[in-house]
């Protein structure tokens, strides 16, 4: 295991480190050296800054929203569906989405959300607008949309898995001691699905930040991340900056998988 480990993520991340320091110029990959300016640029970027703080308020809201209906739809699961075949019917369907590309998936909302989509046009028949909505599509809104879209259910299994653990005798105890249905899932549930909520939270945090697909489909050119930027200079042959850019991507995500890991012991859920 370990051999496989510094095979396939150890070594390949110690080669982008290395290139994250070479020098280049237009058409030339590589230039072997040792320079800090790929790092300089980096951090002394205005547009840079904004990018990586575009990227995080994104993350951030793909993070609050599946982590309410990951926690939501994994207590239906967990303490209404009674059947244990159903709950597995039931988490079949949520990973529906995967069964076709990211790609044709963030395609598919276009026709909802454009100006003469679905949703316009609803919206309005029932007259409740007067024009179509321009920000619907081509906006931070849809970037965030498609998230939820995509990963929800990485927060849902996780946060399932945690909530099928929990002793029914204590939600049952909390019950005869005078505790409401809200006060349960407060006191009780919410504190004993911590390490499936930690768990989804990387899962969906990290997955966002280095997301690309999306921001391109739905963005529309109007929204930038840093996975946008690292694939634009990757396609410009600019290696060193975009390796350097990969890692202090890199560096934040893991800052944020640490300081969960502090506050929420995880180890219970492996």
């Excluded at 396939?8 to 991340?13: Q, R, S, Y």
Aim: with cysteine; glycine share 6%; charged share 10%.
């Amino acid at each position: 295991m370990g051999l496989v480990f510094a095979l396939f993520f150890v070594v390949p991340v110690l080669l982008v480190v290395a290139i994250s320091f070479f020098d280049y110029q237009t058409y030339e990959i590589l230039i072997p050296d040792f320079l800090l300016s790929n790092y300089r640029d980096v951090f002394s970027s205005t547009s840079t800054y904004a990018t990586y703080w575009t990227t995080l308020q994104l993350g951030f809201m793909a993070w609050a929203i599946t982590l309410v209906l990951g926690f939501t739809i994994a207590y239906f699961l967990a303490f209404h569906v009674r059947s244990r075949s159903r709950q597995v019917v039931l988490l079949l369907l949520c990973t529906i989405p995967f069964w076709t590309s990211n790609e044709i998936r963030m395609i598919s909302w276009i026709p909802l959300l454009g100006r003469e989509g679905v949703v316009n046009s609803a919206l309005l028949a029932m007259g409740v607008v007067k024009k179509p909505v321009a920000w619907f599509l081509y906006s931070k809104f849809a970037v965030v949309v498609g998230y939820v879209h995509l990963y929800t259910v990485f927060m849902i299994v996780p946060i399932f898995n945690a909530m099928m653990r929990i002793d029914r005798s204590l939600l049952e105890a909390a019950v005869d001691a005078g505790a409401k249905g809200w006060q349960v899932v407060w006191n009780v549930v919410l504190p004993l699905s911590k390490s499936g909520l930690a768990i989804g939270s990387i899962f969906v945090m990290s997955i966002v930040m280095g997301d690309f697909v999306t921001v391109n489909v739905l963005g529309g050119g109007q929204v930038a991340s840093v996975g946008k930027m690292i694939v634009t200079d990757l396609s410009s042959l600019q290696f060193p900056p975009a390796a350097a850019e990969s890692m202090v991507l890199l560096g934040f995500v893991i800052l944020l998988i640490v300081a969960l890991v502090r506050v929420v012991d995880i180890r219970k859920e492996l």
